[in-house]
Protein backbone atom coordinates (compact mmCIF):
# COMPACT_ATOMS: atom_id res chain seq x y z
CA UNK A 1 0.00 0.00 0.00
CA UNK A 2 1.29 3.43 -1.14
CA UNK A 3 2.03 6.39 1.95
CA UNK A 4 3.78 9.41 2.46
CA UNK A 5 6.32 9.94 4.74
CA UNK A 6 8.37 12.83 5.19
CA UNK A 7 11.53 13.19 3.50
CA UNK A 8 14.97 15.67 3.24
CA UNK A 9 15.03 15.09 -0.73
CA UNK A 10 14.19 18.09 -3.17
CA UNK A 11 14.59 20.43 -0.43
CA UNK A 12 16.08 23.65 -1.15
CA UNK A 13 14.26 24.08 -4.20
CA UNK A 14 11.18 26.69 -2.64
CA UNK A 15 12.42 29.22 -0.14
CA UNK A 16 9.93 27.97 2.08
CA UNK A 17 11.29 24.65 2.77
CA UNK A 18 11.46 23.05 5.53
CA UNK A 19 12.54 19.14 7.05
CA UNK A 20 12.46 18.66 10.83
CA UNK A 21 10.47 15.61 10.86
CA UNK A 22 12.37 12.26 10.77
CA UNK A 23 13.28 10.50 7.45
CA UNK A 24 10.90 8.54 6.27
CA UNK A 25 8.17 8.52 9.23
CA UNK A 26 4.61 8.38 8.30
CA UNK A 27 2.73 11.73 7.82
CA UNK A 28 -0.18 13.32 7.69
CA UNK A 29 -1.89 16.60 7.20
CA UNK A 30 -3.50 19.25 9.42
CA UNK A 31 -6.20 21.62 8.22
CA UNK A 32 -4.53 24.60 7.33
CA UNK A 33 -5.19 27.94 9.51
CA UNK A 34 -7.11 31.03 8.03
CA UNK A 35 -3.62 32.74 7.73
CA UNK A 36 -2.32 29.83 5.66
CA UNK A 37 -5.10 29.26 3.60
CA UNK A 38 -5.02 32.92 2.40
CA UNK A 39 -1.34 33.17 2.20
CA UNK A 40 0.27 29.56 2.01
CA UNK A 41 3.80 30.93 2.10
CA UNK A 42 2.88 33.59 4.26
CA UNK A 43 4.15 33.68 8.41
CA UNK A 44 1.95 30.03 9.24
CA UNK A 45 3.57 27.39 7.02
CA UNK A 46 0.73 24.81 8.28
CA UNK A 47 -0.33 24.92 4.83
CA UNK A 48 2.46 23.96 2.45
CA UNK A 49 3.72 21.32 4.97
CA UNK A 50 2.70 17.22 6.23
CA UNK A 51 3.50 16.66 9.66
CA UNK A 52 5.16 13.57 11.10
CA UNK A 53 3.42 11.00 13.38
CA UNK A 54 6.09 10.00 15.44
CA UNK A 55 7.99 13.50 15.86
CA UNK A 56 5.21 15.63 15.09
CA UNK A 57 8.22 17.44 13.12
CA UNK A 58 7.21 19.11 9.96
CA UNK A 59 8.43 18.86 6.35
CA UNK A 60 7.22 20.43 3.25
CA UNK A 61 8.55 17.34 1.05
CA UNK A 62 7.14 14.00 1.43
CA UNK A 63 8.01 10.84 -0.94
CA UNK A 64 5.42 7.97 -1.98
CA UNK A 65 6.68 4.81 -0.71
CA UNK A 66 4.94 1.19 -1.24
CA UNK A 67 5.46 0.14 2.20
CA UNK A 68 3.42 -4.20 1.51
CA UNK A 69 2.98 -4.13 5.57
CA UNK A 70 0.77 -0.89 6.18
CA UNK A 71 -2.48 -1.53 6.09
CA UNK A 72 -5.33 1.03 6.30
CA UNK A 73 -5.79 0.14 9.59
CA UNK A 74 -2.72 0.98 10.57
CA UNK A 75 -2.28 4.08 9.12
CA UNK A 76 -5.67 4.97 10.67
CA UNK A 77 -4.09 3.79 14.12
CA UNK A 78 -0.72 5.60 13.70
CA UNK A 79 -3.06 8.94 12.84
CA UNK A 80 -5.43 7.94 16.05
CA UNK A 81 -2.46 7.51 18.21
CA UNK A 82 -0.75 10.67 17.35
CA UNK A 83 -4.03 12.88 17.35
CA UNK A 84 -5.09 11.82 20.49
CA UNK A 85 -1.69 12.39 22.10
CA UNK A 86 -1.38 16.11 20.74
CA UNK A 87 -4.66 16.82 21.86
CA UNK A 88 -3.38 15.54 25.59
CA UNK A 89 -7.27 14.16 26.85
CA UNK A 90 -9.17 16.84 25.22
CA UNK A 91 -12.16 15.79 22.83
CA UNK A 92 -11.51 13.37 20.03
CA UNK A 93 -14.82 13.14 18.63
CA UNK A 94 -14.10 15.55 15.50
CA UNK A 95 -11.27 13.52 14.31
CA UNK A 96 -12.17 10.84 12.06
CA UNK A 97 -8.60 8.80 11.70
CA UNK A 98 -9.84 6.29 9.08
CA UNK A 99 -10.88 9.00 6.78
CA UNK A 100 -7.86 11.00 6.79
CA UNK A 101 -6.23 7.64 6.32
CA UNK A 102 -7.91 7.26 3.65
CA UNK A 103 -7.95 10.54 2.08
CA UNK A 104 -3.65 10.06 2.26
CA UNK A 105 -4.00 6.86 0.77
CA UNK A 106 -5.78 8.50 -2.63
CA UNK A 107 -3.25 11.02 -2.56
CA UNK A 108 -0.58 8.27 -2.74
CA UNK A 109 -2.14 5.78 -4.97
CA UNK A 110 -1.94 6.69 -8.34
CA UNK A 111 1.99 7.71 -8.19
CA UNK A 112 5.08 6.16 -8.41
CA UNK A 113 6.66 4.81 -5.72
CA UNK A 114 9.74 7.37 -4.67
CA UNK A 115 8.11 10.76 -5.81
CA UNK A 116 8.26 13.48 -3.97
CA UNK A 117 5.46 15.64 -3.58
CA UNK A 118 4.75 18.83 -2.19
CA UNK A 119 1.59 20.59 -0.60
CA UNK A 120 -0.08 24.13 -1.12
CA UNK A 121 -3.44 24.27 1.10
CA UNK A 122 -5.63 21.19 -0.26
CA UNK A 123 -3.62 20.35 -3.02
CA UNK A 124 -0.82 17.98 -3.09
CA UNK A 125 1.43 17.79 -6.27
CA UNK A 126 4.41 16.26 -7.72
CA UNK A 127 7.65 18.35 -6.60
CA UNK A 128 9.65 18.89 -10.39
ZN1 LIG B 1 -1.30 27.93 10.26
Excluded: W
Amino acid sequence: MKVLVATGRKQGARPSDIMDGIEGELVYLVDPCPTSRRFPYGPCDCGITFRGCFSEGVTTTAMVRDIDDVTLADYAAALDTTHNARVNGGCTCGFDARAHARRLLAIAAPLRDGIVVERCVDRVRVRR
